[in-house]
């Protein structure tokens, strides 16, 4: 036994030097990130391959790109790793976690639009007339992903977190996301805040366990979830869908029932179903807009990194059309071979998304539908930040950034309706 955890240790250890060796060695020879917006091209990047042979094998070219996530998260999961037995199995733990049956979707349906209702509530159960968009996005999201990916309790202890302590979470990611863009990356285990914010929402984990982190499972259904709904749900509600009622009930009826049939329902001839409005957020603003890979050619001792530029891919003119920065959920009634080679929320394989055909897709538009199903029409976008008010009133693609829409407000706009 004490030789198996041995072996365990040296092999972890080498692993992690290995890592680190390839991640800060030879800086001064690596080039700028490259970024790739070819469809064909994108896929064989995210695939970790390109045009000449990499020395890098494809589970080492995700997670070079992806270490500075290991470092300001203190997680081990499929994007950090190379150790292959143990990808495997997050996978398959992770493919097993968001198997849903058909009550426990329903059981979303009915938890989503109650943790809308509530929220809309204040603390004294008065009415309230101003919520911070981001905090109610992020607040649901969060609470939809861990009732799933931890445990499905009914009575669990998602119910006894706090609203306060799931924003103090979300907002933390999100600074320590943005701060480890930079050439210096916060470090989880002196990262007190964050530590703070895990413990309150995850009181039985060991948080600085790198593979029992609860964020190697959050944050990517979190992430995945909360920054596309949020553009989505403007979209819809105030912005391109403004005048599009059968847009709202679309969405609304399958946060209610939340099946197969109910999500490609069309309604009448030419109609717009869920599946069509999800599928354009998604092209529109895909969660990841760009997926790195590490790429080490022959003859060379410096790594060099290359982006497949998703946003861009969704987004050209040449494939998608004039109105290819446009949400459209109509293109979607005929979309062409070349547009679906060019669609990739997701990732592609070998290293596409366990959620992008059913759980993804649904939760996204089981979200919007219960914000835009409860929130009633006398509700406006608002903010104190009269450049996002321009921004959001000028009927362009909405910004793409994290932090783009912290100042937006939901305001209850008394004596007036949509």
Request: charged share 25%; aromatic share 10%; net charge positive.
């Amino acid at each position: 036994m004490f030789l198996m955890i041995f072996t365990t240790l040296v092999a972890s250890l080498a692993c992690f030097i290995f890592l680190y060796y390839l991640l800060y060695s030879n800086r001064s020879g690596e080039s700028h990130i490259s970024r790739i917006n070819d469809p064909n091209l994108c896929r064989l990047v995210i695939a970790g391959r390109y045009k000449k042979h990499n020395q890098l094998p494809p589970l080492l070219a995700r997670a070079l790109p992806n270490q500075r996530l290991r470092i300001a998260f203190g997680i081990n999961n499929v994007f950090t790793s190379n150790d292959e037995s143990y990808v495997k199995d997050f996978v398959k733990k992770a493919k097993d976690s968001i198997k849903v049956t058909p009550d426990e979707w329903s059981y979303l349906s009915d938890h989503a639009r109650n943790v809308v209702k509530t929220y809309l509530m204040g603390s004294d159960n008065s009415p309230v007339v101003r919520i911070k968009l981001t905090s109610l996005i992020q607040v649901l999201s969060m609470r939809l992903a861990i009732w799933v990916l931890f445990g499905r309790a009914k009575d669990g202890p998602t119910y006894r977190v706090q609203d306060r302590d799931l924003v103090s979470l979300a907002e933390a990611i999100n600074q320590r996301w943005l701060a480890s863009k930079g050439n210096e990356i916060p470090r989880f285990e002196e990262d007190h805040d964050l530590q703070a914010g895990l413990s309150a929402v995850f009181p039985d984990h060991n948080i600085l366990d790198p593979e029992g982190n609860p964020l190697n499972l959050v944050m990517p259904a979190f992430e995945t979830l909360w920054r596309a709904a949020l553009r989505m749900f403007i979209e819809v509600r105030f912005i391109t869908g403004r005048r599009s009622p059968e847009w709202h009930q679309a969405l609304a009826e399958f946060a209610r029932k939340p099946t197969k049939e109910q999500f490609t329902l069309q309604g009448a001839e030419g109609g717009i179903s869920a599946e069509f409005l999800v599928s354009e957020a998604l092209r529109l603003y895909p969660p990841t807009r760009r997926i790195h890979r590490a790429f080490k050619w022959a003859g060379s001792d410096s790594t060099v990194t290359i982006a497949a530029d998703i946003e861009a891919s969704h987004s050209m003119a040449s494939i998608w059309g004039p109105d290819a920065t446009t949400f459209n959920p109509r293109r979607w009634g005929s979309i062409s071979a070349e547009q679906r080679n060019a669609y990739f929320p997701f990732g592609s394989r070998p290293f596409l998304c366990p959620a992008s055909s059913v759980f993804g897709p649904w939760m996204i538009g089981l979200l919007v539908g219960a914000l835009i199903g409860e929130l009633p029409k006398d509700w406006r976008l608002d903010s104190a930040n009269q450049a996002v008010l321009k921004d959001l009133n000028s009927g362009g693609r909405l910004r793409g950034e994290r932090d783009a829409y912290e100042e937006v407000w939901l305001a209850k706009d008394l004596g007036r309706v949509d």
